[in-house]
């Protein structure tokens, strides 16, 4: 008797365990089939944003950054509004230095209108135009000169289609520090809630604030930190078609498949992120056209900083 009930519970767990086993097989051969389909989208998509340039590296760096050995690197990130007949002036200019042993980015904002030499046209002019002039070779070398450190990459935004991203992460929140009208959308201080629309005019306003390019730069600063953040997210991985569509379409880089895939090293250095700010210069007009003048202390200073965070 005993025998026959020690035999009939050996049955029962028989039975038991393929009901345990096969759906915890069935959900690790769904995150596989996940996981792989999220990651042929990812280099699908990593493939279409990557542009090459003529400018194979810095002149400043005795050899190209090797981001498989951790190097502190740079990023020009410019936000283009883009025209129907050229190619636009770049309306936002932002330099990131990156520094995977201190895992800290430094994060400078440079006004659009900020005298400077051109380089490669040899004249004198906003630093904005060029881009107008020359394209991303020409607006790294410039804005190179400009702080004197090395622009390794560039990552180049549709502007006008932003909005497109915004929207595929589901919408960011920034904290806003003013009640201001601009377009059609009110954005009351405090807490706002942007979707793609309201987030493009919320970062292009610049009269009404009293700050002017400052104010607009920390707007702009918010929202991509918001749309980092967002992307970060289950929700936003969960939609992640969505996402790698908005950013196939409308963003641009020099960085290849590899080393795009290689950033994933520089995780935490990513998700600290230090302001510096551009607010002692003036404006000054010459032959009737506004220019802003950089401070050449607080530019010096600026400079110094970013070569330090570059190791350099």
Sequence with gaps: MEEN?????????????????????????????????????????????????EREASEKREAPVNLNEQEPFSVLVLGVDEREGDRGRSDTMIVLTVNPQEKTTKMVSIPRDTYTEIVGRGTMDKLNHAYAFG??????????????????????????????????????TVLN?????????TFPEGPVELNGEEALAYVRM???????DFGRQDRQKDVIMGVIKQGASANSLLNYQSIFGAVGKNIRTNMTMDEMLGLQDYRGA???????????????????????????EELNAISSELKQHLGI
């Design 5 to 53: 009930r020690k035999r009939r519970r050996k049955k029962r767990k028989r039975r038991i365990w393929p009901w345990i086993v096969g759906p915890i097989v069935l959900i690790l051969v769904a995150v596989g089939v996940y996981v792989a389909m999220v990651y042929k989208d990812l280099t699908n998509t990593l493939d279409t944003v990557h542009e090459p340039i």
């Design 135 to 172: 394209g991303i070779e020409m607006a790294m070398d410039s804005m190179e000169n400009l702080l004197d450190i090395p622009i390794d990459y560039v990552v180049q935004v549709n502007m006008e289609s932003f909005k497109d991203i915004v929207d595929a992460v589901g919408g960011v």
């Design 177 to 185: 520090n003013m009640s201001f009208k601009s377009g059609e959308y």
């Design 206 to 212: 610049r009269k009404q604030d009293p700050n002017g």
């Design 270 to 296: 990513i998700g600290k992120v230090d302001q510096l700010y551009v607010e002692k210069g003036e404006g000054q007009k010459i032959d009737g056209i506004w220019y802003y003048m950089m401070n050449e």
